[in-house]
């Protein structure tokens, strides 16, 4: 397996997490999103993925796009440890915490967005980080919500073994960490957040254990 990945890619960082879990091998391919205007829009990278998007897992002959079909490939094709429970309900649970996340709060705040903030709509640097903080801090807020007031929830995101859910919060926590956003309001987050980076899978695959490329 060949990953094009980017050390501090939200998307690209799930999908590490994904694969340490799962104890998967996979060679590294780095794409810098923001040297010379960004890797991702050569025409070699459009090539393997005319999104213009990392993470691309390539498996078997396919290039395999977006970060939540991407582990939701590993999970049917290298199904122990699972990342989704057994039961329907709970299966669902899951993926609408994750969703929370990949479709809700990072979409808002992800490097196309921000640059047009910037560069587009000449927000400067100072409101810039007042939209981030609003979007994250609001829906880690929600978040935290659903969390506290359900049984469901464990020492991670569903009960006491890591799931995809947990893949896509902690991307966001180093995020949202990087941006100074208050995260006081969520201690369940980051008690979750804590008991996943003690964890070797998570802590291996963040972004200072994979330098951006020279």
């Not at 440890?81 to 809700?104: G, T």
Request: aromatic content about 8%; some cysteine; charged content about 20%.
């Amino acid at each position: 397996m060949k990953l094009y990945t980017f050390s501090r890619s939200s998307a690209s960082f799930r999908v590490r997490i994904a694969l340490n879990l799962k104890g998967l091998s996979c060679e590294s391919v780095p794409i810098h999103l923001t040297r010379g205007g960004g890797e991702q829009h050569s025409a070699a990278f459009r090539s393997v993925n005319p999104q213009a998007l990392v993470p691309v897992l390539e498996d078997a002959g396919h290039m395999l796009y977006q970060s939540l079909a991407i582990i939701e490939y590993l999970e049917e094709t290298h199904p122990a440890p699972a990342l989704l429970p057994a039961a329907p309900a709970d299966r669902a649970r899951v993926r609408a915490l994750a969703l929370s996340i990949a479709c809700e709060i990072h979409p808002l705040n992800n490097l196309r967005v921000l640059g047009y903030l910037t560069k587009t709509l000449n927000v400067d640097d100072d409101q810039k980080k007042a939209w981030y903080r609003h979007w994250v801090e609001q829906g880690l807020a929600q978040m935290e919500e659903q969390l506290s007031a359900d049984q469901a929830t464990g020492r991670f995101c569903h009960g006491d073994a890591p799931t995809l859910a947990d893949c896509c919060l902690v991307p966001q926590i180093f995020n949202a960490k990087r941006f100074d956003c208050n995260l006081t309001h969520v201690p369940t987050v980051m008690r979750i957040f804590d008991a996943c980076m003690a964890v070797d899978a998570f802590e291996t695959a963040s972004p200072e254990h994979h330098p951006e490329p020279a």
